[in-house]
């Protein structure tokens, strides 16, 4: 039987590096076949815990104590040059080639990544990493920031747990189990609640490279596994993270519980990768692997803004084709070795630093990340000195069918491009507005008692963006309107995800709405959703099924004595309109787009066969915002819409006569307002 022995270098680790870049940036490039491949980023945290672990117990089970600043100072050598070069020459990049729109969110953005808190800002704007469309150009640095504060706090609890279990290894690992086993249950508890805080927060990803911390403390009883059980735990290993690259996707809760897969394989790959004899050693430790082990770090660093921004670049986010995806994979890797050879590596063995104290390093690195976060500031306040607007104004234009756009961005545009955003309804400020946990109906009431039309408003936030609309109507007396809006809950009766998980406090809201109304009936409930949501990906055929959900609520509310009134969708476009104006100020016809491709011709067919069905009425308003051919993002001094799919509140309030107009025709229909014949 073959035992291993410690080594200072393992090129099987370096391997697992490769591996784990790898598979991030083919992810990245659109991979089909590893739609699992952000699980990269798992490896790398069993791995950073790891050596780190190893590096600090070297130390201090030989001299019986860690000397911090040296810590510090070796870490901030090896991580800053490179990670400061590439934020720099990012913002640069931003700034020459993308929309000028994004470049306040892209500032914002660097400023938090130089000052090491990225993953605490996508965190708290609720990042989705698996499903944005448009993402930071500096999304990547979140794993980054989980480590930087992992290596600030990591190195005292686990001289403070030595100390205090009396410098007993064993009892340091039963106390890094507990803050694993602590940090693994928040992250599975976390998933389920609130998913972008579970996966970017230290205290809930901790617990991965508590992992690697525990091999490092259980190294020596690791030697004494048996060599026929070592070879078998690293090829399972080596399948735990092939499997979870190859079978995960988006529609997968992460991390959660399916973190556990990659880091279980990672830990295995770790624990027993070294082993001599049929393992995967020889595999992981082949030259091309710890060639791009080696450059690894570089590597994850360029590869994400090389990919990024020429997808951001035109008028409208877009997928790279599979050459230029090939092409830009292929500059990534040259681009690293060159970053990995003139600043990654001359910084770390920079003997000027290596060889004084640590506080020249310390310093050095305090002057770079000043350097870094000044830059992202000044580019930050410089911002609002950019004009979003060309040099002419519009005139107001009375709303028509089939409207003429404006093909330019006015100096008046209401709202504005950089306030477009922000022109969300009132009832989002009010608390009106239903939230993601919220299952209780909230319906706030505008309008007289008087008045003769009892209107309900009623489902997710495409019903929510008719407010303004019917809030003219209801202050003029015609209506009175009750709201009942949810984020990202349509009105149809029908299975929808979120995060991953199954939206069930959606489901009970929509029932309780039913309920509510059926306890004291609308003369007419409008109803108007959003079927091209993400959540609907494991619907087999979302047409069949949303007509039938459709259906199946509408004669929920028919049976209640209420009759119900459906606007069809609104135009959606590839990209967020505000965003791609900002790089064309002159010709605002270039962010226009088809008809054709705006509507959803067969989800509409299937939302009219419902409201038929249901003896509903069905109100199509898009001819008021585009014309037979195409769709515009600017009528007269007015922002259509406020982004990809929702139109702002500006224009909501303009459509207000065809609105209420539809809503009196269906009342009418039905006979009297209170429904009787």
């Known amino acids: 039987m073959t035992e291993v022995t410690k080594q200072a270098y393992r090129g099987d680790v370096q391997g697992l590096r490769a591996i784990a870049v790898g598979l991030v940036v083919l992810y990245h490039a659109g991979l089909p076949w590893l739609s699992g491949g952000y699980v990269g980023v798992d490896v790398f945290f069993v791995i950073s815990g790891f050596l780190i672990t190893n590096h600090l117990l070297s130390e201090l089970t030989r001299t019986g104590r860690v000397q911090f600043a040296a810590f510090y100072a070796r870490r901030a050598r090896r991580i800053l040059p490179a990670s400061v070069v590439v934020l720099l020459l990012t913002l640069v990049a931003s700034v020459l080639w993308l929309p000028r729109l994004q470049w306040r969110a892209t500032f914002e953005q660097a400023l938090a990544t130089a000052l090491y808190v990225p993953n605490l800002l996508f965190a708290k704007t609720g990042t989705d990493y698996l499903a944005d469309s448009t993402p930071s150009v500096y999304q990547?640095?979140?794993?980054l920031g989980i480590e930087e504060q992992f290596y600030l706090i990591w190195p005292v609890l686990l001289v403070g747990s030595y100390i205090v279990v009396r410098r007993s290894q064993a009892r340091t690992a039963l106390v890094t189990v507990l803050l694993v086993v602590s940090s693994l249950l928040a992250c599975v508890l976390l998933t389920g609640s609130s998913q972008p805080d579970a996966f970017f927060l230290l205290p809930t990803r901790a617990w991965e490279l508590g992992a690697g911390a525990l091999l490092a403390l259980a190294a020596a009883q690791l030697l004494r596994v048996p060599q026929v059980l070592r070879v078998a735990g690293a090829w399972a290993g080596l399948a735990l993270v092939a499997g979870a690259a190859v079978l995960y996707d988006s529609d997968v809760t992460f991390p959660g519980y399916a973190a556990t897969v990659p880091v279980v394989g990672t830990a295995l790959l770790i624990a027993f990768g070294d082993t001599e004899g049929p393992g995967?050693?020889?595999?992981?430790?082949?030259?091309?692997m710890v060639f791009i082990g080696t450059i690894s770090y570089s590597l994850y660093l360029v590869h994400w803004p090389i990919l990024t921004i020429p997808k951001q670049a035109g008028d409208y986010p877009g997928e790279l084709s599979p050459l230029l995806a090939a092409v830009l994979v292929l500059a990534s890797v040259v681009a690293s070795w060159f970053l990995f050879n003139v600043v990654e590596r001359p910084a770390q063995n920079a003997s000027f630093l290596r060889r004084t104290s640590a506080g020249r390093s310390l310093g050095a690195a305090a002057a770079l990340t000043v350097v870094a976060a000044s830059t992202a500031a000044v580019a930050f306040v410089l911002f609002h000195f950019v004009p979003l607007h060309s040099d002419r104004t519009a005139a107001e234009r009375p709303l028509v069918r089939e409207p003429e756009f404006t093909d330019y961005v006015p100096a008046n545009l209401e709202p504005s491009l950089e306030g477009a955003a922000d022109d969300n309804p009132a009832i989002y400020a009010t608390d009106c507005h239903a939230g993601f946990a919220?299952?209780?109906?909230?319906?706030?009431?505008y309008g007289r008692e008087s008045a003769p039309i009892e209107v309900t408003l009623f489902g997710d936030s495409h019903a929510a963006q008719w407010f303004p609309a019917l809030e003219v109507a209801a202050a003029t007396g015609r209506i009175r309107l009750t709201v009942h809006t949810k984020s990202s809950c349509p009105s149809v009766d029908i299975v929808k995800?979120?995060?991953?998980?199954?939206?069930?406090q959606c489901e009970t809201w929509r029932d309780a709405v039913i309920r509510a109304n059926a306890s004291d009936p609308a003369d007419l409930v409008v109803v108007a959703n959003y079927a091209r949501s993400d959540g609907f990906d494991r619907v087999?055929?979302?047409p069949r099924e949303w007509e039938d959900g459709l259906e199946s609520s509408l004669e929920r509310l028919e049976a209640a004595g209420s009759r119900a009134l459906v606007i069809a969708d609104t135009p959606e476009f590839p990209g967020v309109p505000a965003v791609c104006l900002s790089a064309n100020l002159d010709d605002a016809n270039a962010c226009a787009v088809g008809r054709d491709d705006a509507v959803e011709d067969e989800l509409q067919a299937a939302e009219e066969s419902a409201a038929a069905?249901?003896?509903?009425e069905f109100v199509d308003l898009t001819d008021w915002l585009c014309d037979s051919d195409t769709c515009g993002p600017i009528i007269g001094d007015r922002l259509v819409y406020r982004d990809s799919n929702h139109v702002t509140a500006e224009m909501s309030e303009a459509l207000a006569s065809p609105l209420l107009e539809a809503i009196e025709e269906a009342v009418e229909a039905s006979g009297s307002p209170d429904g009787s014949p």
């Open 140 to 143: 990547h640095y979140w794993s």
């Open 280 to 288: 995967p050693r020889r595999l992981l430790s082949l030259r091309p």
């Open 438 to 445: 919220e299952t209780d109906p909230v319906g706030c009431v």
């Open 497 to 504: 995800m979120r995060d991953g998980n199954r939206y069930t």
């Open 540 to 542: 087999a055929d979302l």
């Open 613 to 616: 069905a249901a003896d509903a």
